[in-house]
Structure formats: C-alpha cells, structure tokens
C-alpha cells in the first residue's frame, strides 16, 4: 500500500460530512454520513494512510419508524469525561425533515467492539423554549478552560427558512446548562446560494486562539467554509467575543477539479502536524437531487499557519 498521504482529492470514496478523531491510545477513528443515510460506521487505523481500507462497521442503524428512522447524517465521536459518544442527527419515516440532534453513548471503551445505547434527543437547558424545536442538526462538542461547549445548526424563520449555528454550555454530555446564544447567521451573498445556511461547525485551536469553521450555501458547487475566531477564557457565549471571516476561507476551484468544499473536521497527522478533512465533489454538474447524489468525498488538507497564528486553507 502507498504510504504517502495525498491532499486534496478523494480519499475515502462517497462519505460525506467525514469526521477523525485521534485518540489518546493512538487509533485514528472515523465516521461520516454514508449515501443511504440509514447507518452510522466507524472505522479505525493507526494512521491517516491506512484509514480507507481499514474495515467498516456499521455501529448502529436507523429505526423503522419514528424518531431516528430517516437521514441519519453527520455523525461524530467524541470523547467525553472518560466516554464515547456519538452526537448525530436524525429525521422520521414519516416526517422525513423532521430532523433533530441525538446522542449515542458507548458502553465499553472499544467504541468499534463493544454496545452503544441511545441517550435519546440532545436535552436543552431548563428555560430553554427553543433549541432543537425545528430542523437541527451538525452538532460539534469542543472544550475550553474546562467547561463544554455544544455548537449546532438550527433552522428558523417561514419559507425556505434560514439555517444558523447556535453555541451553549453543556451540563453533560447530552444536556445543555445554558440556553442557546446565535453564534452566526448568513449575512453575505455566499452564504446565501441556493439556501441561506451556516451549518457544519468544527473547531481548531492553535495556542490560545479558537477557530470555528463553517460552511455556507446549498451542497453544490457553491458550498463554502466560512470561519469565527475567539480566544481562550472569552465569554465564549457572548457573540461579540468572536469574529466572522467577510469571505469564505476555502471554496470551489475548478482548475484542481473540486467543487463544493466544506462540512470540514480536524485531526493531526502521526508527526503532529495539523489535517483538515472535508468533503468535495469531483465534477461541478451534478446528477439529479445533490443531497441524494453519493459523489460528495472525504478529502485531506494539510493546514499551515502564519504569522498571527491563523490558519492557511490552501489546495497548494
């Protein structure tokens, strides 16, 4: 097998919204959204380079009905105050936009091996009459000065409706503390093709920075990653404490062939160096409806730094 790890073009084949996390034992794991929508897997590795052949398991499946029964997207593992869990979103058979946060939690410590049991719908705080009331899904868990952060997309308005990313404290692994505070909003035009969305968030610290990824607009060509950034010890629920990015940090270049970046996570490769993870298509025309079009491929970037400490999305 080719050991030589290669950037921005496909590698692991039809796997949307991929997510790797790097494990303190030194195993690499990841999970994504697969074209049925109807699973989610896991796979693991001891490096980046053997992640697409290591052998996929399907760690749990769709319900037959009910909540949890339909486009099950996005999952991530995390690992949280000594235990796993998945954090996902899930619709239903029969109201299949009826889509919502919810939350596995693993039993043992081999994620891949051992049972996963349903914590159920992600739990907002007391007082909250909001969160998680409409269309939600994308959450990302991320941690600073020891305190849980629960950052998620949620849909709101009439019409076509607009997504945002929402941010509050978590009380647990599986209930806020806090009620929502909006993080961002689509405010420019390329966040606002086809759909007005901010969704996908994912997050990278270097030093005392935080960086927030985000992408934007519908999944076609025009998919986008847009970014806030934070320090360390802010209020981090207090909106003015981060900054929004004008202009997407990465977007479609057609002279590379890769259309609709975005829906991104980060890991580090084994000599330390930061790796993002995203998904793109490889062709810009894309066959009947682009949600249900199984070309969207996980992707690796090699993430640099300047000299202020941000970072540098680039295909080169």
């Not at 080719?2 to 034992?25: C, F, G």
């Not at 039993?107 to 907002?124: L, Y």
């Not at 420019?188 to 997050?203: I, K, L, S």
């Amino acid at each position: 097998m080719d050991k030589t790890l290669k950037y921005n073009e496909p590698w692991i084949l039809q796997r949307a919204d991929p997510y790797v996390y790097h494990h303190t034992d030194g195993w690499y794991y990841f999970t994504a959204s697969v074209p049925e929508y109807d699973k989610i897997v896991l796979r693991r590795a001891k490096s980046l380079q053997e992640l697409p052949l290591a052998e996929e398991t399907a760690i749990w499946n769709k319900h037959e009905s009910g909540p949890m029964s339909e486009h099950i997207w996005a999952p991530e593992l995390h690992y949280v105050l000594g235990k796993w869990y998945i954090y996902f979103a899930g619709g239903e058979k029969d109201d299949v936009w009826k889509i919502r946060p919810y939350v596995l939690e693993c039993q043992g410590d081999d994620p891949i091996k051992d049972a996963w049991v349903e914590i159920g719908k992600m739990q907002r705080a007391e007082g909250d009459e909001f969160s998680f009331e409409a269309f939600s899904l994308d959450a990302t868990v991320f941690e600073d000065n020891g305190r849980l952060f629960y950052v998620w997309a949620e849909k709101v308005g009439v019409g076509r409706q607009i997504s945002n990313l929402y941010i509050a404290q978590m009380e647990s692994p599986y209930k806020l503390k806090t009620v929502q505070v909006l993080l961002t909003t689509p405010d420019y035009d390329w966040e606002r093709v086809g759909f007005w969305v901010n969704e996908g968030p994912a997050v990278i610290k270097r030093g005392n920075k935080i960086y927030l990824t985000y992408s934007a607009s519908e999944t076609g060509a025009d998919y986008c990653m847009g970014m806030l950034s934070t320090e360390s010890g802010r209020d981090l629920l207090d909106p003015l404490s981060w900054k929004k990015e004008r202009y997407p940090v990465l977007k479609t270049d057609a002279s590379k062939g890769i259309y609709g970046p975005g829906h991104n996570s980060f890991t580090t490769d084994e000599e330390g160096n930061d790796i993002m993870v995203y998904h793109a298509r490889t062709e810009e025309k894309i066959e009947g409806n682009p949600l249900y079009n199984p070309n969207r491929h996980a992707h690796l970037m090699k993430i640099r730094w300047d000299d202020k400490e941000r970072p540098i999305f680039s295909y080169e």
